[in-house]
């Protein structure tokens, strides 16, 4: 998706006032002192970010299994949502602690009987069902014949 994307997003950095990217250094390797959120973060223009909500929800209505397609959606179009729900953390004496410590969330760390205890509803017994499907499929697919060295 992302090789697809540069494609389709390099002509577009003529409208960012500065030159384009040279040849033959990705674009990623470029971009890595331009305050980046993660290590594999793309930075875009307000342009690029139009584009790619609007193509992305056009394809998102169309088909809605295109979790890649709801995935962009989100990542262009969420940066005030999620600032929002950050501010409200930090407000929160919970949240201020998850904030600061940064917990990991591994199948190890999680503490599965407490969680089947929940009650029908809340959101550990829906997380609980999530992992219930998505990692007994994962597991599944990685286990069968010939699928392991793909993963």
Known sequence: MATLLRGVLR??????????????????????DAG?????????????KVLLAAGSAGMALYDPYRHDMVAVLG????????KVLRDQMKRDPEGAQI????????LSTLDMDKLRS?????????YLRFLDVNVSL???IWQS???????
Do not use: M, N
């Open 99 to 106: 904030l600061k410590e940064r917990p990991r969330i591994s």
């Open 138 to 140: 994962l597991l599944c």
């Open 118 to 126: 929940l009650p029908e509803g809340s959101f550990g017994c829906a």
């Open 75 to 82: 990542e262009t179009t969420g940066r005030r949502t999620l």
């Open 11 to 32: 002509p577009l950095c003529a409208f960012r006032g500065s030159p384009g990217p040279l040849e033959g250094v990705p674009l990623r390797a470029l971009s890595h």
């Open 145 to 151: 014949p010939g699928r392991a060295d793909e993963w």
């Open 36 to 48: 980046l959120l993660y290590p594999e973060h793309i930075p875009t223009s307000l342009l690029q």
